[in-house]
Structures are given as structure tokens and as C-alpha cells.
């Protein structure tokens, strides 16, 4: 058996949809004897997590799965394991590392504790 990280795609309606399309990229673990298993695994989890639930202006929301976009088989699974990556390009590399600093702050700022 091995061990393989999913790129599972979601898009998410709010009412009858007239917004700006958005998408949830979730990264899942999968354990399989093969790529064609691990595949098969990740599509029924996208399958499953689909969602509709109220919002609270009273719209109908839904989380459609898309498809299974990535499947990456990992070498080992251990501390500092390499699970995704992905390299692009920014029109404002201040911009972007601003960003990267803020979201740093924002959960070193978080209280994890449950006491």
C-alpha cells in the first residue's frame, strides 16, 4: 500500500449561482495498492463530501464535486514529507509576500487550545 495526496475540486453555488464562480481545492491523503486505486478512492470522497445546507440569508449552498484534478504518490510519509507544491508566477512579488506574512500572523495569532 501507498500513500497518495489528491488535488479534489469543489464548486460551491450560493442561491441560483449569480456570483462570481469560486472552487475549493482540497488536498487529501489516499492509501492504495495502486494509482488507478488511489484514483478511484478520491473520487468517491469528492462524491461524498458534496454538501447543500441553509446559509444564513436563507440561500441554498452546494458543494459540487468537479473532479479529482492531481494525484501525487508520496515516496515516504514522514516529518517535513513534501506533500504538494505548486510554482507560479505573481505580477507583485511585494504584494505576494505581504500576503504570505499575513496569513503566517493570522495563525500565530490563533489559540489552539481547548481548556
Avoid at 495498492?33 to 446559509?55: H, I, M, S, Y
Amino acid at each position: 500500500m501507498s500513500w497518495y495526496v489528491a488535488k479534489i475540486i469543489f464548486q460551491i453555488v450560493s442561491g441560483e449561482g449569480n456570483h462570481q464562480p469560486q472552487f475549493d481545492e482540497q488536498l487529501r491523503l489516499v492509501k492504495a495498492d495502486d494509482e488507478k486505486q488511489a484514483l478511484e478512492k478520491a473520487c468517491d470522497l469528492g462524491r461524498k463530501n458534496q454538501d447543500r445546507f441553509v446559509n444564513s440569508q436563507q440561500q441554498t449552498v452546494q458543494w459540487h464535486f468537479i473532479d479529482v484534478a492531481e494525484l501525487n504518490k508520496l515516496s515516504e510519509l514522514a516529518d517535513g514529507t513534501e506533500l504538494y507544491y505548486n510554482i507560479h508566477e505573481e505580477p507583485d512579488a511585494d504584494l505576494y509576500i505581504k500576503w504570505a506574512h499575513h496569513k503566517s500572523a493570522l495563525l500565530n495569532k490563533t489559540d489552539y487550545s481547548f481548556s
